[in-house]
């Protein structure tokens, strides 16, 4: 049921503003494209998460999470991270994820290795075309069948920072949730001005 839910939410959060034109990435989808997880992102998330979890699961950090290059904009090589998905060999995601949501890492790779420059939790993280010091927007959507949020993120030419954020609650009689509906779908579309 729970992936249904998230499905659907991401679903009708993105329709509601068709001015998103980048990249999505959902929880509960695979990378079409995978690249390998670096040794020290490995290492930096273990640090951060449940340690014994992975014994139990018979696995470390880096077999499960999967990685992804994604384009920011600008000149760096970023990868984006997260949990691989239940299905998948030597997969943690019981390790990372909670009821409706999983944390995801955006790094930057180069020579000298890799740098957290972003993380946050959702169900899904879009890379939008507005730029902010020449890297690309992120907007991240979580929620559950009676709560929405959406964060957006800028780059501050270190690292991603909170621009603004909105939340909504559902099921307090139809006037009220088509009101919040409302609300979120023009957050959405002001996110990307």
Same mark, same amino acid.
């Given at each position: 049921?729970?992936?249904?839910?998230?499905?659907?939410?991401?679903?009708?959060?993105?329709?509601?503003?068709?001015?998103?034109?980048?990249?999505?990435?959902? #929880?509960?989808?695979?990378? &079409?494209?995978? *690249?390998?997880?670096?040794? $020290?992102? !490995?290492?930096?998330?273990?640090?951060?998460? =449940?340690?014994?979890?992975?014994?139990?699961?018979?696995?470390?950090?880096r077999?499960?999470?999967?990685?992804?290059?994604?384009?920011?904009?600008?000149?760096?090589?970023?990868?984006?991270?997260?949990?691989?998905?239940?299905?998948?060999?030597?997969?943690?995601?019981?390790?990372?994820?909670?009821a409706?949501?999983?944390?995801?890492? #955006?790094?930057?790779?180069? &020579?000298?290795? *890799?740098?957290?420059?972003? $993380?946050? !939790?959702?169900?899904?993280?879009?890379?939008? =075309?507005?730029?902010?010091?020449?890297?690309?927007?992120?907007?991240?959507?979580?929620?559950?069948?009676?709560?929405q949020?959406?964060?957006?993120?800028?780059?501050?030419?270190?690292?991603?920072?909170?621009?603004?954020?909105?939340?909504?609650?559902?099921?307090?009689?139809?006037?009220?949730?088509?009101?919040?509906?409302?609300?979120?779908?023009?957050?959405?579309?002001?996110?990307?001005?």
């Amino acid at each position: 049921m729970r992936p249904i839910t998230v499905a659907i939410f991401s679903a009708v959060l993105f329709a509601a503003s068709p001015a998103l034109a980048g990249e999505n990435f959902n #929880i509960e989808e695979g990378f &079409a494209h995978t *690249a390998d997880v670096p040794a $020290s992102a !490995a290492k930096d998330i273990e640090k951060t998460s =449940d340690g014994p979890c992975f014994a139990e699961s018979k696995t470390t950090a880096r077999d499960a999470l999967e990685a992804t290059r994604i384009d920011l904009g600008n000149q760096t090589q970023a990868l984006l991270l997260k949990p691989k998905l239940p299905s998948e060999d030597k997969a943690a995601w019981g390790c990372f994820c909670g009821a409706y949501s999983c944390p995801m890492w #955006i790094y930057s790779s180069d &020579a000298a290795g *890799a740098r957290r420059i972003w $993380s946050s !939790a959702g169900s899904s993280v879009e890379i939008v =075309d507005h730029k902010d010091n020449g890297s690309k927007r992120l907007l991240v959507s979580s929620g559950s069948a009676g709560h929405q949020e959406a964060v957006l993120y800028g780059w501050n030419g270190g690292r991603y920072k909170v621009l603004r954020n909105k939340a909504v609650v559902l099921g307090q009689g139809a006037q009220v949730d088509h009101r919040a509906k409302k609300d979120m779908a023009k957050f959405l579309k002001d996110a990307v001005r």
